[in-house]
């Protein structure tokens, strides 16, 4: 073997080394007289370049899944903190990268939606409950063919007197009743303005055409109305029992002993 054939290998040898110690830029750069050494110098030098670019390559990728780490977890921390609204819009070189992305803007998507829907059906529940808590506070009964009993129960303000009066007077039309009792016994306050919405579904319910009778009064109420100076327009009884023989005995229903 040649001086320069040794000196050639040596180059290369060096070259090899250097590369593998961190220097990607490692080439064998003086060309060989020796056409062999000259062909494997070039062919080292193809490799070295081609390694530098993969590596290169791996190493932007590597960038790029570091950064889309970030994001994702920034993203999944908010998610979890309950903002639902987040969006990846960064736009990634690496398709692996992207197609994560838009992996989890689809799944972000489907909470949203499951969300939205979970809100309609609580929204649907809480009117189904407030209707129904509605129609137990203001229960209208049928006891008879063409008598109502309106039993009211528990605090009466602006508002609930409004809706009884509407309830009971759409009642009263669609079931041709002739008697209405309203049974204030569950009631222990009643302000001015209540009281006035009182006097009104009375008057009301007396010109459709039923007979209104308002059954136990309280004390303390009775005393409100004579201080507001207020005359109910219809007839009074002591009890709903009173109310309700009475109303029997004008209708013709006959009351054994037993239910006296």
């Not at 590369?19 to 830029?25: E, I, L, S, V």
Request: contains cysteine.
């Amino acid at each position: 073997m040649t001086a320069d054939t040794n000196e050639g290998l040596k180059q290369i040898t060096e070259t090899i080394d250097r590369f593998m110690g961190g220097d990607t830029a490692a080439r064998v750069e003086k060309p060989f007289a020796n056409e062999g050494l000259e062909s494997i110098r070039s062919k080292i030098n193809e490799l070295l370049a081609k390694e530098e670019q993969a590596g290169n390559e791996f190493h932007l990728f590597n960038m790029e899944i570091a950064y889309a780490l970030t994001d994702w977890l920034e993203a999944l921390q908010q998610v979890n903190n309950g903002n639902l609204e987040v969006t990846l819009d960064g736009a990634y070189n690496e398709e692996f990268v992207d197609n994560v992305s838009k992996a989890l803007n689809t799944t972000f998507a489907s909470l949203r939606s499951l969300e939205e829907e979970r809100k309609k059906q609580a929204e649907k529940v809480l009117e189904q409950q407030a209707k129904m808590i509605e129609e137990l506070s203001t229960p209208i009964i049928k006891v008879w063919d063409s008598v109502l009993v309106l039993p009211i129960i528990g605090i009466v303000d602006s508002k609930r007197a409004e809706e009884m009066m509407e309830k009971l007077l759409t009642k009263v039309v669609e079931e041709q009743i002739h008697y209405t009792i309203v049974d204030l016994t569950g009631v222990t306050v009643i302000d001015t303005r209540t009281a006035d919405y009182f006097l009104q579904m009375m008057k009301a319910s007396t010109l459709i055409g039923t007979k209104c009778i308002v059954s136990g009064i309280s004390p303390a109420i009775a005393q409100t109305i004579t201080r507001m100076g207020l005359e109910f327009p219809t007839m009074t009884m002591r009890d709903l029992r009173d109310a309700l023989k009475f109303v029997f005995h004008e209708i013709g229903l006959q009351i054994s002993a037993t239910g006296q």
